[in-house]
């Protein structure tokens, strides 16, 4: 059976993965935290926490609060920054055969190009996921991929920026997400991830205060899964780039709804916080299905219950 996928088609060499499944950004580390947990070079790829500039501390704690089949997070893009990044992270990556993904955030569409330059022909790098679901601290604070413009503004500074493959990964806060879908495919995206976390609160009414320390937080887990299906569903109807479905994901059966739905490939998140080899269980449930189903190649399904 031929779980391979290609995640980058229109871009030389491409970015080939053995198969679909993917580790979220943020809920993996950097891929060294779980490899005494199961042998992590089985996954198709691992991307790894959001990185910026500088390294951040993150926002005030509380930051985690559970909710009915979800997770709320404020972590606030804790992360090393991307000096430590390149000089601690990526050579243990070169000896990996399974690639890692670097996920960028930053305030500006120049901080974004910055670290596309500076990730650029990074050994043990493999591709560049953007992260548009960052406050443009220029634009008064408005999410990246809140908007075409903006989102399509920042796919194009990374894609001058690097000669490796860019994935986006969109923000589902958003009132049309297949419209930012297109302009960042336009803007030369290799591959489209989605979905981000959707916002929300929690509050302590013992403390009549709210319970994150950041007041607002995203939701993620299986909470956000339909809503995440859909928009999968939509944003593969409207672009001719790969898609990689991200949202509650915690069973074989979600991930085959995502590849389904039209997804090359999807990604893991907080289902790893309650199961680390979540992202292995899912593959092996997969390679069971295709073969149950007599399937040759994992392409065959992509789409496959679309109109
Ligand atoms: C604790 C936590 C940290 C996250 N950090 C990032 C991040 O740094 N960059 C990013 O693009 N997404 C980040 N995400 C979003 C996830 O990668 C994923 O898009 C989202 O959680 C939905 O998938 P899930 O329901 O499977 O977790 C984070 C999510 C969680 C729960």
């Not at 050994?123 to 634009?139: L, R, T, Y």
């Not at 976390?197 to 937080?217: W, Y």
Request: glycine share 10%.
């Amino acid at each position: 059976m031929n779980l391979s996928v290609q995640l980058a088609p229109k871009h030389q060499p491409g970015l080939l993965l053995a198969n679909p499944v993917m580790t979220a950004s943020g809920t993996f580390g950097y891929g060294t935290e779980y490899s005494h947990l199961f042998d992590i070079q089985r996954l198709g790829a691992i991307v790894c926490k959001g990185t910026t500039l500088k390294p951040r501390e993150g926002n005030p704690q509380p930051r985690l609060a559970e909710t009915a089949s979800g997770l709320l997070n404020s972590i606030g893009l804790q992360n090393i920054g991307v000096k430590a990044l390149i000089k601690e992270k990526a050579p243990l990556w070169t000896s990996w055969r399974v690639p890692v993904i670097v996920n960028i955030a930053g305030e500006t569409a120049d901080d974004y190009a910055q670290l596309a330059t500076q990730l650029d022909r990074v050994d043990g790098v493999s591709a560049i996921e953007v992260n548009v679901s960052c406050p443009n601290v220029k634009a008064g604070g408005a999410e990246f991929g809140a908007n075409p413009k903006s989102a399509a503004k920042v796919t194009t500074a990374v894609k001058a920026a690097t000669s490796l493959p860019v994935l986006v990964k969109l923000t589902p806060n958003t009132s049309n997400i297949a419209e930012v879908a297109i302009a960042v495919a336009e803007a030369g995206a290799d591959a489209i991830s989605l979905i981000n976390t959707l916002k929300g609160m929690t509050i302590d009414i013992a403390k009549r205060r709210p319970l994150l320390g950041n007041v607002s937080g995203g939701l993620s887990g299986p909470a956000i899964r339909p809503v995440a299906l859909y928009m999968v569903y939509e944003v593969a109807g409207a672009v001719d780039v790969p898609v990689v479905g991200c949202g509650g994901i915690t069973t074989t059966s979600d991930a085959i709804e995502f590849i389904m739905a039209g997804a090359s490939a999807i990604q893991v998140g907080t289902a790893s916080f309650t199961n680390p080899r979540a992202p292995l269980d899912i593959l092996e449930g997969i390679e069971q299905f295709i073969e149950k189903e007599a399937i040759d190649n994992l392409t065959d399904l992509i789409g496959a219950a679309r109109g």
